[in-house]
């Protein structure tokens, strides 16, 4: 058996204190070899052939350390797909995890120094979503398949579709409420005017002229219309119509011949009939309201654009607390990439730590959450006891209207 064999002895215990990790100081990756002290790292360098592994690495040096951080990296993400695919983890687990194998491909090889410095570097490539925590870094893996891809891509065109769909019911709405506005303006006048000379005849010539009128709209052809405040009108295109209600209004009649106190008694008719008309559209524009309060109330609130103020105490100690930035970046939704007004400092924080800002009157806000939401605004007055604003819608579909109430939460102001 020879000095140096297998099974001698100092074999055996040169093979006892090389198990386990040893410090990343003391190995040489371009020969991949780990020593244990630094008198021993120290007689490898000076070997012949860390000499002829040095002379290699002088004519491409680059070359080299790009191949060893593509090396690091990529088996990085394959622990981090196999074994943390759809958790989020400390990032020094991830590290501790990968070490473990003797013949991994150590840091101080690569373009990183540190793990911080790899950490951030992987969170703005967009590989993994990086939070920095009081506890430490935290990072969750970016799955990028080609499977869950094409997934991600139908969904997304699912989503615009329904957001299509929702504009068009949303504007065909609009349409129909300011139709019915025209031909209740249309209709209030001619019900002025038969209420009027109702007061002057007698009930008998009422009946008379009612069954002319029934047999005037009975022969006209074409499809007439009707509109029945609170109930439903349906209508048939050879004249016959039905209307489910107890108030109908279409009619128009010409009188020339009215006295002062019938214009007196009419002017009171129309009077009711204006309330009426108006709570009527009051009536569809809150259920309107109440629709699009359901599909659009969310529980998440962040827009590109918006001046937010971060409230995390935890960034207190940096100088961050209570000040002001506009997010730049919208990330999963509920997280926000900051850039801070006073200092231009780029900050990823959670909504949960972020509140909205509201300007001084006059000035432009994003309705982040509601009925409305995605609207851009014109602040019109503020009311401090009940936390509630009043805006003037100034684009879109609902361009000039009026909302007397919004909370603060949902409006935000626009950088």
């Known amino acids: 058996m020879g000095k140096n064999d297998f099974l001698t002895p100092k074999a055996i ?3 006892i204190k090389a198990k386990g990790l040893q410090k990343l100081r003391w190995y040489c990756q371009m020969c991949q070899k780990q020593c244990r002290d630094e008198n021993g790292f120290k007689c490898h360098c ?3 052939s860390h000499q002829r592994q040095m002379q290699v690495f002088g004519q491409n040096p680059t070359r080299v350390v790009d191949g060893y951080s593509e090396e690091f990296e990529q088996t990085f993400l394959d622990l981090m797909r196999r074994s943390h695919r759809f958790s989020r983890i400390a990032a020094t687990v991830v590290y501790n995890e990968y070490i473990n ?8 090889s690569t373009e990183w120094a540190t793990l911080t410095e790899f950490i951030k570097y992987l969170g703005k490539t967009g590989k993994c979503k990086v939070e920095e925590t009081p506890k430490g870094w935290f990072i969750t893996y970016i799955d990028r398949d080609s499977e869950t891809m094409f997934k991600e891509r139908l969904k997304n065109k699912r989503v615009k579709s329904d957001l299509a769909e929702e504009e068009k019911q949303e504007r065909e709405i609009q349409r129909q409420i300011e139709r019915a506005a025209e031909k209740l303006n249309a209709a209030g006048g ?8 109702e007061v002057v005849e007698d009930n008998d010539v009422d009946d008379e002229k009612k069954k002319k009128k029934d047999e005037e709209l009975k022969l ?6 009707g509109f029945a405040l609170g109930g439903v009108v349906k209508q048939v295109a050879t004249g016959k119509e039905r209307v489910e209600s107890s108030k109908i209004v279409f009619e128009d009649e010409e009188n020339d011949k009215v006295g002062r106190g019938d214009k007196r008694k009419r002017s009171g008719d129309s009077g009711r009939s204006e309330k009426e008309k108006r709570s009527a559209l009051d009536d569809l524009m809150k259920e309107e309201e109440y629709k699009k309060e359901r599909m659009n109330r969310k529980d998440y609130w962040l827009f590109e654009g918006i001046i937010v103020k971060v409230m995390s105490k935890a960034l207190a100690k940096k ?3 209570k000040q002001k930035g506009v997010v730049k970046k919208v990330i999963d939704k509920y997280v926000g990439e900051i850039e ?3 200092s231009k400092h780029v900050l990823r924080v959670d909504q949960e730590e972020l509140e ?3 300007p001084q009157i006059g000035g432009t806000v994003k309705i982040v959450n509601g009925a409305y939401r995605g609207s851009n605004a014109r602040l019109l007055g503020l009311d401090t006891e009940k936390f509630c604003a009043k805006v003037q819608i100034e684009k879109g579909v609902y361009d000039g209207r009026v909302i007397k109430s919004i909370d603060y939460e949902d409006i935000c102001k626009l950088a």
């Open 13 to 15: 215990a040169n093979r």
């Open 46 to 48: 000076m070997s012949e």
């Open 101 to 108: 194998d003797r013949h991994h491909v150590h840091m101080n």
């Open 190 to 197: 001619s019900e002025g005017e038969s209420s009027g000379k």
């Open 220 to 225: 006209k052809s074409g499809v007439k219309v």
């Open 319 to 321: 100088g961050y607390y």
């Open 340 to 342: 801070m007004l006073d």
């Open 356 to 358: 909205t800002v509201i």
